[in-house]
């Protein structure tokens, strides 16, 4: 069909969460040899125009929650135009490496934060 497949929207929103942790100072990496997971318990995603194979894109994310135990990061996929493709978030909760809920460490809340 010549349109994105909206698949490839999640995995966008998994590379601009990861930039944007790296960018305040912190790394999924950094969090999970500490033995702590972010794992993503709910995804919504509204597509609001199509993206097409060869067009230039850029996910804006942020930090839209922050609690004690989780973080809510919101996204917005935009063409080099301007259009506003589509628009979602994902919700996290912090566990351990045996999959128990735990307090996000402070550290990185505090980075989140910034």
């Not at 935009?78 to 402070?106: F, Q, S, W, Y």
Request: aromatic residues 10%.
């Amino acid at each position: 069909m010549g349109i994105v497949h909206h698949a490839a929207y999640m995995v966008w929103f998994e590379a601009g969460r990861s930039e944007l942790m790296f960018e305040t100072g912190s790394s999924y990496t950094q969090l999970e040899s500490e033995g702590y997971h972010l794992p993503v318990v709910e995804a919504t995603a509204r597509f609001l125009s199509p993206a097409r194979y060869g067009d230039v894109v850029t996910v804006r994310t942020w930090v839209e929650e922050l609690g004690s135990r989780g973080v809510t990061f919101g996204y917005e996929v935009v063409k080099e135009d301007g259009n506003l493709l589509a628009t979602g978030r994902t919700v996290h909760i912090c566990t351990d490496r045996a999959g128990n809920v735990r307090t996000t460490p402070r550290w990185a809340r505090e980075l989140l934060e910034s």
